[in-house]
């Protein structure tokens, strides 16, 4: 290798190294930083008789919402009330007793299994339990 | 006064070359057929790209990107602020019409087969234009942190996270985190004030370079002397203008007797709001993935959905060098057909969301 050559290689090595050096805090500083966050076993979806029969509510689970449904046999479900399609809230509809994502008209029954439209699996079910005066809603 | 400015012209020529510009602009032709309405489009988009960037600076000086206060701060510009409903509804409707504008710019350049050699960057650039105008058109929609915007962001970019391998990292970069959360609006903010301005002057620039470098193209269709040629100045640019005018009187009366809506203020919480639906030129998608079964063989049908709409647009972008006629000056009715087939898809699929919203 003569010294021109080598002189080449070792510019090229350097200016590398620099452009690198100026884009690496840039890309890192784009991209979000991973949050550290506890994910939610359990929360307190809704006091005991807040929900009539045939009614529901949407509740905070973690950072995701979920929904608490009484059905007409006052019987109380939970689900997350994130879509399976594309993400949307899901809502309940109480003259058809099924429930619905509004964004692409994905239903589902009362026990989240698709019944029509696009959503491709059922809504992820909770476990709910009275603890007191409190509606607890926790992952099966 | 003569004097003076015959002064300062001969200054500013020196160092600027005005007398050579000039002298392009005389000599520079436009072809004009039966068909030459349509070039007026390009010139349309580009003027109702020039509203955006003044109501866009203005609207900065009141807006304020953060999810406690973007709301509100559009509630000032809308009632406090004087003729900040105005400043608000040109920049709201103009993104709309600019949409359609550069749509219609589109077809008819495909139409005529003006992406034909020598022209083949010049509609690759002005694709990429679209898909910019259209990432403005997205980013601009959840700015004002209304419930609508919060739920149709929330599915377009989770049709970004579908895609195999890369997709959840781009929905995690687009959002700022995993979901829609403090973080996502500046963010917003940051590509629809920042970026995508960015690249759009760089794009729009080769894009402008490349219609002036190699003129307009004249349309296969048409034998060669059924086409005249008009001056460039000041022939065709007074008609240019009168486009303008006729487009800002239109957006003029959209805006007094069509405000622009602030809606709801979103909650991540609630129920997703019947009814929901994107901004018109997203509607045609929109309605595919509605009416898409879940499952079409061993593939999931929004994913099948959404990569069919990718490998069309790329199919699309590609155009120019899959019409091997067009290439060689002849014509090529079986592009046009296919052309014509997605037009018509689009025209449908629209229509359908307004019309049979509960699909």
Redesign the interface.
Known sequence: MNRRKFIDIFLGFSLTGTVVSFLYPVIRY???SK?LEASVKKVTAARVGELAPNSYK???FG???G?LINTTDGELRAFS?VCT???????YESDTETIL?????GRFDLSGK?IS????SPLEAFKVEIAGEEIMVSRE | MKNFIKTAFTYLDARFLLSDIAQFAKKKKVPEHKHSFWYYFGGICLFLFIIQVITGILLLLYYSPSIDSAYESIHTIMGKVKFGWLIRSVHSWTANILVGAIFIHMFSSFFMKAYRPPRELTWISGFFLLLIFLAFGFSGYLLPWNELAF?AT??GT??AG?LPVIGKSIE??I?????I?G?TLPRFFWFHVAILPLFTVIIMGAHIILVQTLGMSKPISLPEKEIKEVPFFPNFILKDSLGWMIILALIGVLCVFFPWEIGQKAD?????????KPEWYFTFM?TT??I????VLFA???ILAILGFMVGGLLWMLIPFLDRNAAKEKKSPVISLIGFIILLYIIIMTALTYLHP??
């Open positions: 784009v991209l979000p949050r949407i509740f905070k950072t995701t919402p929904i009330a399609h594309l993400t949307c809230n899901v809502l994502c509004p964004c692409h008209n698709v439209g696009p959503p491709p | 739920f929330r599915v989770d049709i579908t995690a970069f959002l700022g985190g995993p979901e959360s973080a991540p919480f609630a129920a997703t709001p019947l009814g929901i929109f993935l509605k898409m079964p879940s499952h999931e049908g929004e509960r699909l």
